[in-house]
Structure formats: structure tokens, C-alpha cells
């Protein structure tokens, strides 16, 4: 009698084991879903990030060219550079 109450406790856990993990992994057969929504969410993903990428390279190059112009030495700026030069190979 003892091993039969030992046989259905055992079976009993391991249902409601097997019951708790179904439900926390979501195995559950009504709720598994087509492996073409897993592929489309993650080429969803992809061209999202795709685009993110796109933006802040496109961003960077942006400032880095207007850096580069902003910081451009303008014809007034070289010639006061040059009489400068003349001016301490004089002395």
C-alpha cells in the first residue's frame, strides 16, 4: 500500500512538472507560432537596425564634413600667415 501511494505522488509531480514547464516555455500546442512569423519578425528586426545604421553613419559623415569645412583656413587667414613668415625671416 505504501508503494502505491509512492507511485502516485511520483506520477502527480511529474504531471504538474511537465504542466509548469509547458507553461513557462510556452510549448503549449494553441500557442506555438509558424516559423515563418519568427522569420518575418526577425527580418522585421534586421531592416530596423539596418536603418538605424544607415543614419548615424550618414550623421557622422555629415559632421565630420561640416567640421572639416567649418575649420577650412580662408585666403585672408593664409596670406596673414605668409607676411608673418616674411616678416620673422627679415629679422
Do not use: W
Not at 511529474?14 to 519568427?38: C, K, N
Not at 569645412?69 to 607676411?83: A, K, P
Amino acid at each position: 500500500m505504501h508503494d502505491l501511494q509512492r507511485n502516485y505522488f511520483v506520477i502527480t509531480f511529474l504531471f504538474i512538472v511537465d504542466t509548469l514547464f509547458i507553461h513557462v516555455r510556452g510549448d503549449d500546442p494553441s500557442t506555438v507560432q509558424e516559423p515563418a512569423s519568427e522569420l518575418k519578425y526577425a527580418l522585421i528586426g534586421i531592416g530596423i537596425g539596418v536603418f538605424l545604421s544607415i543614419c548615424f553613419l550618414a550623421i557622422k559623415i555629415y559632421m565630420i564634413k561640416r567640421h572639416m569645412l567649418d575649420n577650412e583656413q580662408s585666403e585672408d587667414s593664409i596670406r596673414g600667415f605668409t607676411r608673418s613668415i616674411d616678416a620673422e625671416n627679415r629679422t
